[in-house]
């Protein structure tokens, strides 16, 4: 596990810029990623950075009240799902995540702590408010996502 400092937003958008240049990388079907800390701490902000990074050019929302938008991409799928206002475990099952749709699908969790049923992630972030902007700790499983 990594530590990173952001000291700004700034910072988590060149994060999520480095994040996306590895995600276009890596030859996998399906790349999962889970992003977990207390509100405002930048988890939709990375996430917004990472699908803007690889080609989406319109806003990207927070799914904070519709629990998951997608971006397609062409070859590339992006589901980005929030749980934080849900109290349905099962929730997630609706958006069927293990359809195979297109060359690459990249499903990014916030709060998948709230998951009954645990899933693997290729990349976990950790975020964490500090006096000089957030803390973050990283846990890859995929070497190709290692920082």
Same mark, same amino acid.
């Given at each position: 596990m990594k530590? #990173? @400092? !952001? +000291?700004?937003? %700034?910072?988590? #958008?060149e994060l999520g810029k480095i994040i996306a240049s590895k995600i276009k990388k890596i030859n996998k079907p399906s790349v999962e990623i889970h992003l977990e800390g207390d509100l405002g701490?930048? +988890?939709t902000s990375l996430t917004r950075a990472i699908i803007k990074s690889c080609g989406w050019s319109q806003h990207v929302k927070?799914?904070? $009240?519709? !629990?998951? =938008? =997608? $971006?397609?991409l062409g070859e590339m799928l992006f589901l980005h799902i929030d749980l934080y206002r849900t109290n349905e475990a099962d929730d997630i099952l609706i958006f069927d995540l293990e359809r195979?749709?297109?060359? +690459? +699908?990249i499903i990014i969790i916030e709060w998948p702590q709230k998951l009954t049923? =645990?899933? %693997?992630f290729d !990349?976990? @972030?950790?975020?964490k408010h500090i006096d000089n902007g957030r803390e973050i700790s990283i846990m890859s499983k995929e070497k190709k996502l290692m920082f």
């Open positions: 530590s #990173i @400092i !952001l +000291k700004d937003n %700034e910072a988590t #958008i701490t930048g +988890k927070s799914p904070t $009240y519709t !629990l998951c =938008e =997608e $971006y397609d195979k749709t297109h060359a +690459k +699908k049923n =645990e899933r %693997e !990349l976990k @972030i950790c975020f």
